[in-house]
């Protein structure tokens, strides 16, 4: 099983600025997943944060926005810029899991509880 | 496309009652795993369950059994003689080839004492 370590697990922030949150895993990993979940919502998929490469985002979610960076395999930030009240949310960073025959574990971070005034 | 579907919002019982969740999924993937969570008020996602679309297995872990049924695309959560501590939202995920988790809108449980 996989141990993630993320933090701030909480913070206040004034509109305007810019959080960044880091999420450390203690395996490699190809791929780590950046989640939202805004208040009394479900988890949505922010982006998959490859090593290597460009961060892919999903549909809402633009670079600009929440830039990532994944400079290993084992570490990955995703930053909340110019952030506003509607920002206010959890955000979780994820790994994936062996798929196939072996059996599958999906393990996720502490979550950060952001809230923006 | 991928969706998890659990219809219950929000859910009242009152300690002791059994209690299940509903979850709906749809995939066209042949191969894919269902999770349940709970997250507690503290925020934090914990695991409970997962189960693979091979096995249909039903399980039971404690007061927690899930049903799996892979013909009507459901994998359901009772909870049974429920506890205060229960309280708590509870999500249905589904993961296939693209391994990242799709959520359903979770069951936000309430166990009265």
């Known amino acids: 099983s996989a141990v993630i370590s993320q933090k701030p697990s909480r913070d206040i922030c004034q509109r305007g600025t810019s959080l960044t949150i880091q999420c450390q895993v203690d395996?490699?990993?190809?791929?780590m997943f950046w989640y939202r979940q805004q208040p009394g919502q479900s988890l949505t998929l922010i982006a998959t944060?490859?090593?290597?490469?460009?961060?892919?985002?999903e549909s809402g979610f633009v670079i600009d926005k929440f830039p990532i960076s994944r400079p290993n395999l084992t570490f990955s930030t995703l930053t909340v810029s110019n952030m506003s009240p509607e920002d206010s949310s959890i955000y979780l960073c994820?790994?994936?899991?062996?798929?196939?025959?072996?059996?599958?574990?999906?393990?996720f971070g502490q979550g950060t509880r952001l809230t923006v005034v | 496309a991928q969706k998890v579907t659990q219809a219950q919002t929000e859910i009242s019982v009152v300690e002791k009652e059994d209690v299940t969740l509903d979850c709906v999924y749809e995939t066209r993937d042949t191969t894919y795993y269902l999770f349940w969570y709970k997250q507690p008020p503290s925020g934090e996602l914990v695991f409970l369950i997962r189960r693979n679309s091979f096995d249909e297995q039903n399980e039971i872990s404690g007061r927690y059994s899930w049903n799996f049924q892979k013909s009507t695309s459901s994998f359901n959560f009772t909870i049974t003689a429920s506890q205060v501590v229960d309280s708590a939202v509870y999500f249905c995920a589904l993961v296939g080839a693209g391994n990242m988790l799709t959520f359903g809108g979770g069951t936000r449980l309430m166990v009265k004492p």
């Open positions: 994820s790994v994936p899991f062996k798929t196939g025959r072996e059996k599958a574990e999906a393990f």
């Open positions: 395996s490699q990993v190809t791929m």
């Open positions: 944060a490859n090593q290597g490469s460009e961060a892919t985002y």
